[in-house]
Every structure is written in structure tokens, then in C-alpha cells.
């Protein structure tokens, strides 16, 4: 049999379009050969080494005609890659290779799911101009799931790497362990082009449990950018030398402008500042820091900030989108500090509507950095300052005004993990929810409806943040949903987001409301950034864009960019910065393709910040395994159900494996396992008592079990209670017999 070398050389030299039989002939393959030859043949169409089909393997500078692909960096929405094996003779770097995903069509738009760094991808290539263009064949299995993982050893001294994601179920053979020690946290890459090449420890991290480990699996599984190139911190640095002047600016110096922020916040993008109108209504100003002085388009920080997209925030650390000397520094508004600022004026009415706004760049010194919980025992306690009071009574206008639009209000619990001075886990609690919060918030809303209207005003271009009304078919999914709680929601109306409230409303059971608002949530749309203004359906608004946060979203500084443009606010700039701090002239022509990109790293952070809070409390958990907690359901399936601890989060499965002999059979309708012989059933929403089984810190997985004894479960809703028998008449079991094709059907309660 040949080698791939030999078929490869053999494909090459050939003169005409060389497949299996092609290939056959030439090294004389006859009988079960030919058949060996085709599954050598199918292995290197599935490494990328031929195309799989007729004709293979066409040299063009080095780059083969079909080949695997490693997504190298996303600019913009496009990904560009470089080959996931180089190693030319005359040690030359990869070329760069632009990778076009597909044609449009299917669930997200593109043939293939969105690509990230770190991606692999069989493709085909072809010279474009100077350079390489490659057209996406298909997605290959992620390797970047699996590449980061604990050392185990075997009982033969044998290394395997057990992953991290806990949807990668397998380990690898380690074929050069690179210095690493059992119980270690490392990165590994494939050490050959066939899997059972195994893979090579290229780094040692440590500790997998150490403090920060739990946020660099989240970097690297994601993909997320963070290291700066040395031209970009070089550039920040200098920016931040830049002498601030009064000159073509409004000074705002002497207005008593407030910072409410969390108490560990070293970013402050925004503050304001109220006071009465004489006429009931208010005059306010909410400073924004004025990030596009200093981050310009065309230039190296810029070109970081739009890769990042946005920062993304961890229990230990911040991946900011600036430089820290910018982002934590000199555009964060400081007490007692000159800063540059873009200023939104608004006149508040009587009746809490933003009546007139006007945007100027202007010079700050913030009166007061203070946390939430400050704030608000001030305003508690009866000794607040005036500028803090005359805030709150401002706020009391704008909060009735919010509930006269009647927008979405979805009080869901949020986990917020402390941590010691050490990095470790001091506690993990549900975050607080305040005043001062909404006072921000309703202010901050106030400000993006203004930017937005500012900029339509002008027909400028504008990001808008959308989020649009929910599909029917989410709906009709919904409403049945309800059924199985005894309440009805009527579809043959205007769907507003009041709808949603007033079905709240009607709700007494808090554990009832907290499950049913958790489906409401599941019901919406994602939220996104574009060019058209197609509402905001949350929020009850019809024009709605993100202003109010530049040092930490890339779409807010588009808009501060946009705004410069509109109201010819353009400063003299920095001598070592390009001139213009509008748009770009790409931005302004194709605002489609920034959205879109900003919108995926969007989701990149939050996807990395939750599986990080997923293991912080699987951490927390693990030395509690054993114990019994209160746990409600939040999702059935037909191999079990996931639970959650009840005031501390944390999803769990319960395998139908451990629920013991009797047979339980899946109601997908009612989202339910019913059993057969007692009518013992599990829904979403029960609340009932698990023993925790397993806590892994690594992938964020835990596991619970039935706690011995006939548990009783806590049904929610008007269902009927679970020990109750629910059999057809005659005694028949509701689905037939037993055993039936298809049915869950169990021996024993399984491993404890």
C-alpha cells in the first residue's frame, strides 16, 4: 500500500484529474487493496489533505487546494485563518487567509454555525490578489474544547488529558507529557494529524483549582482576546499623556456630577447629575466618558477594541476592550479628576418624559464615586446630600413614566461569587437588587433613547439595540406551557410586553412566579445590534441605542462616533492619533457588518461568564457532596431532569437511571416523567429534596440522586399531587404495557 506521502507526490506530479482508480493503477492495487485504499483515501479527505472526491491536493504557494483551517483571528464579523498544519521547508510564517463561511440560509443565517478563534474548518482554497480566499466545507470537530484539560495518570503510567468542558465526554492520550505532573491544568495541542496520535502538553498552567484557573479555561475555551499587541499598549500609553483643555469643550467642572457604580468597579463610564426646573420637571446630565477622543478610528487600540467587541467580566479578573491605562485610568470618570466626557442635557417634564437633549463634549470632575449599597443607605438612613436626594426625586419621574410604558419586568435572580483576598471563594450569594440600581439604570435608558433620537433627527447612521417581539411559535410554546399551571395566555391580540406582566401578576406562588418568568425569558428573542431600527420590545421603546457605556462596548462608541459626525463635535486631535473621531468611512458605508460582529462577541462574553460562574459554585459545592439541599426542576427530559439549589443556583441532572425499578415514561407535551405505577411525576417547577452526587470545579457539572426514603415532591401550579395513581380505566397504564417500544424502562436505582 502507498504511504499519504506517496499518493500525495503521486497527485501532485500527475498530469490529469487523478482519483481512487487513478491511483490504483498506479501502484497496482488489486482486490481488498483497493478496498484498504478507499478508507485511506476517506482519512485523508477527513484531515484535509485531498478533497474527497475527484481531483486532490493542488499546490497554489504552498497552501493546498482543500485543507483544514484553524481560525486564526475575526475582524470585523470575517474570519481569517491560517493552515492547522504549517511547516514549509523555508520556515516562512502562514499566510493569512480570508475564510467565507457560506451561503446565507438556515437557523442563523450562515450554512455553518458563527465561527470563533480557535475553529477548524475543512476548506477550499483559491488565490484572491496577493493572498488566499477559503470557501467552508464543513466545521470540524473543536479541538480547542478538548485541548485544555487535566493530567491524569494511568495505573500503566499512561498521561490522558480529561477535558474541562463537560460536554466533551472522553479523554485523550497524551503523547508527550512537556514536563507537566499529574492533577495539573495544562494546554495541549494534537500531537499528530490522526486522533489516536494523541496530544502534547504545550503549556502548564498549574493548579486547575488554584484562584483565576476558572476564568483562563473560560479565555481559552472561548477564544477571547486577551493580550494586547505591543503597538496598542504603546499607542494607549501615549494617548494617556495628552494634556486635557478646557478649550472646545463645555466646562462642566463646578456641576456636582455623581459616579454610582459597584463597589469594586475600576471602570466608570458614566455619572449624573439633576436639578429642579422650577416648572416640576428636572434638568439633567448624564456624562459619558468620551472613549472616541482617545480611541480613533484607523488606529492600533481601535483595531483591538473592535476584535474584543466588548470587555468580558469574571469573579477574579476583567479582559477589558482598552488598555487598562485607558479603560481603568484616564477615560474612567475618577473623583477629583479632569476628565473628558460626552455630556447628554435632557429636559425631564413633570410627567417623567425626556422632552429635549442636546449632546456636547465637555471637561468633568466627578463630585462623588460611590457604590450602590452607599447611595442607598444614604438615601435610607435620611442623611443623604442634596445632589443624591434631588437624583432620587428625578428618578421618581422617570420610574412612573416607565410604568406607564409597561415594559417587560423580569426580576430573575442574579449570582454574584466573592471572593477573598486570596482569590478564593468567600461566598456565593443572589446580588441585591436596589434602588440605586434602577436610579442608574432608568437614567441610563433615558440617555440611549435620547442618542438615538439624536441621531435619527439627523439621519445620522445609528447601532440601534434591538429586540424584537417574540415569534408565534415561541408563543404557542409558551401558552401550552402554561396550561400544565392552570393559566391561560391569550394569543389573539397585539403582543405587548405588558401582556407578559399581567400574566405575572396573576401568579401568588413565589416559587411558581420564579419558574414561569424564567419561561417568559425563554420565550424572547436575543437582543442585537444592527443598523435598522426594528424597536426595542423589552423595554417598550421604539428607538432605542447604547451610549452610555464606551470604555467596555465597542457599539457604544460607534454611536459616540456617530454623534461626533452628526453635531460637528470633532476635537483637535493628539498629534500621534488620526484626525477624525467620527465614523470610519467603512463603518459609515456597511454598519450591517460591525453590528453583526459586535453581537457575536456579545454572546462570547456571556457564554464565557456564565460556564466561569458554573464552576466557581461546582467549586463551592464540592465539598458539600452528600448533603441534601432544596432544589426546584427547571428542565425535563426524556433521560431525566435538571435541578437547581434553591437560592444558590446550579444546574444538576437527576439521570432516570436513579429514580428507581418503576418504568417512567416521557410526556413531552407537559415537560414531564410520569411514573406508571405510583403517577409520581417530575416537572418543571417541582420543588423537592436531592442529595448532591457529584460537584466537578472543572467543567462546572454536578449531579444529583433521590436522597433515601419515599421523598414526597412539592408539585407547582394546580397540578395534581405526584403520589397520587393516575391510571386509565381498567387499571391500565396510560400508555399500554410496560416495556413497550420506545419506553423508559429501568432495573435498579443505579450508582450512587
Known amino acids: 500500500m502507498p504511504t499519504r506521502a506517496q499518493i500525495l507526490e503521486f497527485l501532485q506530479t500527475s498530469d490529469q484529474i487523478a482519483g481512487k482508480r487513478e491511483i490504483a493503477k498506479a501502484f497496482g492495487l488489486q482486490g481488498q487493496e483497493k478496498i484498504a485504499l478507499k478508507a485511506l483515501l476517506k482519512d485523508m479527505a477527513q484531515e484535509g489533505l485531498i478533497d474527497g472526491k475527484k481531483t486532490a491536493y ?55 454555525p458563527a465561527l470563533k478563534i480557535g475553529d477548524r474548518v475543512l476548506a477550499r482554497t483559491e488565490e484572491a490578489g496577493n493572498g488566499y480566499r477559503a470557501y467552508v466545507m464543513k466545521k470540524l470537530p473543536a479541538r480547542t474544547e478538548g485541548l485544555m484539560g487535566v493530567v491524569e495518570i494511568d495505573a500503566s503510567g499512561k498521561g490522558w488529558l480529561a477535558p474541562v468542558d463537560k460536554r466533551v465526554r472522553s479523554s485523550s492520550p497524551i503523547a508527550d507529557l512537556g514536563g507537566a505532573e499529574e492533577g495539573q491544568l495544562v494546554i495541549a495541542e494534537p500531537a499528530g494529524k490522526s486522533p489516536r496520535s494523541g496530544v502534547k502538553v504545550t503549556e502548564v498552567i498549574g493548579d486547575p483549582l488554584a484562584p483565576k484557573s476558572f476564568s483562563l479555561i473560560a479565555i481559552a475555551k472561548h477564544g477571547i482576546p486577551h493580550i494586547f499587541p505591543e503597538e ?10 495628552e494634556p486635557l483643555s478646557p478649550d472646545h469643550r463645555e466646562d462642566l467642572r463646578a456641576v456636582p456630577i455623581v459616579a454610582i457604580d459597584p463597589a469594586d468597579a475600576r471602570d ?39 476584535k ?44 417623567g418624559k425626556v422632552t429635549k437633549w442636546r449632546f456636547t463634549r465637555a471637561l468633568v470632575r466627578i463630585a462623588h464615586n ?45 449570582r454574584q461569587v466573592r471572593l477573598d483576598a486570596e482569590g478564593k471563594i468567600a461566598e456565593i450569594a443572589v446580588r441585591e437588587r436596589l434602588d440605586a440600581h434602577r436610579v442608574v439604570e432608568d437614567f441610563m435608558i433615558a440617555a440611549n433613547v435620547a442618542a438615538a433620537k439624536a441621531l435619527e433627527a439627523k439621519t445620522a447612521p445609528v447601532v440601534y439595540r434591538v429586540h424584537e417581539q417574540p415569534g408565534r411559535e415561541k408563543l404557542i410554546t409558551l401558552r401550552d406551557y402554561m396550561k400544565t399551571f392552570g393559566h391561560s395566555l391569550a394569543l389573539g391580540q397585539v403582543v405587548t410586553p405588558g401582556l407578559f406582566n399581567r400574566l405575572l401578576k396573576d401568579i401568588g406562588d413565589e416559587s411558581e412566579k420564579a419558574q414561569v418568568m424564567e419561561a417568559v425569558l425563554r420565550s424572547q428573542t436575543q437582543a442585537y445590534y444592527g443598523p435598522d431600527n426594528m424597536g426595542h420590545f423589552g423595554l417598550a421603546l421604539g428607538s432605542y441605542a447604547h451610549f452610555t457605556s464606551p470604555i467596555r462596548r ?57 460556564d466561569t460562574i458554573d464552576r466557581y459554585v461546582a467549586a463551592w459545592l464540592a465539598g458539600r457532596v452528600g448533603e441534601v439541599f432544596e432544589t426546584r426542576i427547571t428542565g425535563v427530559q426524556s433521560f431525566g431532569f435538571f435541578a437547581t439549589i434553591v437560592g444558590l443556583g446550579g444546574d444538576g441532572l437527576v439521570p432516570v437511571s436513579t429514580l428507581g425499578r418503576e418504568h417512567f415514561r416521557w410526556e413531552e407535551g407537559a415537560q414531564r416523567l410520569v411514573g406508571d405505577d405510583s403517577g409520581t411525576s417530575y416537572a418543571p417547577g417541582d420543588r423537592l429534596q436531592l442529595r448532591l452526587g457529584e460537584a466537578n470545579p472543572l467543567t462546572g457539572a454536578l449531579k444529583f440522586e433521590l436522597p433515601d ?38 432495573q435498579g436505582r443505579g450508582k450512587r
Not at 320 to 333: H, K, R, T
Not at 376 to 386: E, F, K, S, V
Not at 582 to 603: F, H, M, P, Q, W
Request: hydrophobic content about 35%; some cysteine; glycine content about 8%.
Open 370 to 414: 460611590i457604590a450602590y449599597e452607599d447611595a442607598q443607605a444614604a438615601i435610607d438612613g435620611g442623611d443623604a446630600p442634596a445632589h443624591l436626594t434631588i437624583l432620587w426625586d428625578a428618578w421618581k419621574l422617570l420610574f412612573a413614566a416607565r410604568q406607564a410604558r409597561d415594559p417587560l419586568e423580569l426580576e430573575l435572580p442574579e
Open 308 to 351: 474584543r467587541g466588548n470587555s468580558v467580566y469574571f469573579p477574579d479578573r476583567v479582559v477589558p476592550m482598552l488598555p487598562e491605562v485607558l479603560s481603568a485610568d484616564v477615560c474612567s470618570l475618577k473623583e477629583g479628576e479632569d476628565r473628558a466626557a460626552m455630556a447628554c442635557h435632557m429636559r425631564i417634564s413633570a410627567e
Open 268 to 306: 466608570h463610564d458614566d455619572a449624573i447629575w439633576a436639578e429642579p426646573d422650577g416648572e416640576g420637571g428636572f434638568n439633567a446630565i448624564v456624562a459619558i466618558a468620551d472613549v472616541s477622543f482617545y480611541v480613533r478610528p484607523g488606529s492600533q487600540i481601535d483595531r483591538e477594541a473592535r
Open 58 to 112: 493542488h499546490r497554489m504557494g504552498g497552501v493546498p487546494k482543500v485543507t483544514t483551517l484553524r481560525i486564526a483571528e475575526i475582524e470585523d464579523g470575517e474570519p481569517f485563518a491560517i493552515p492547522d498544519a504549517w511547516s514549509p521547508d523555508d520556515g516562512a510564517p502562514p499566510p493569512r487567509i480570508r475564510v467565507i463561511e457560506g451561503k446565507k440560509g438556515g437557523k442563523n443565517g450562515n450554512r455553518f
Open 554 to 610: 465597542y457599539a457604544d462608541l460607534l454611536v459616540h462616533r456617530a454623534l461626533v459626525d452628526a453635531y460637528k463635535l470633532e476635537q483637535p486631535a493628539p498629534k500621534h492619533l488620526p484626525e477624525h473621531s467620527g465614523l470610519s468611512d467603512r463603518d459609515r458605508e456597511d454598519l450591517g457588518k460591525i453590528s453583526e460582529a459586535i453581537s457575536k462577541t456579545e454572546r462570547r462574553a456571556m457564554e464565557a461568564e456564565r
Open 709 to 746: 426514603g419515599d421523598e414526597r415532591v412539592e408539585p407547582r401550579g394546580n397540578r395534581l399531587a405526584p403520589r397520587d395513581k393516575r391510571k386509565s380505566p381498567a387499571g391500565q397504564h396510560p400508555q399500554g404495557k410496560r416495556g413497550r417500544p420506545g419506553s423508559i424502562r429501568h
Open 232 to 241: 496598542a499598549l504603546a499607542e494607549a500609553e501615549q494617548a494617556a499623556t
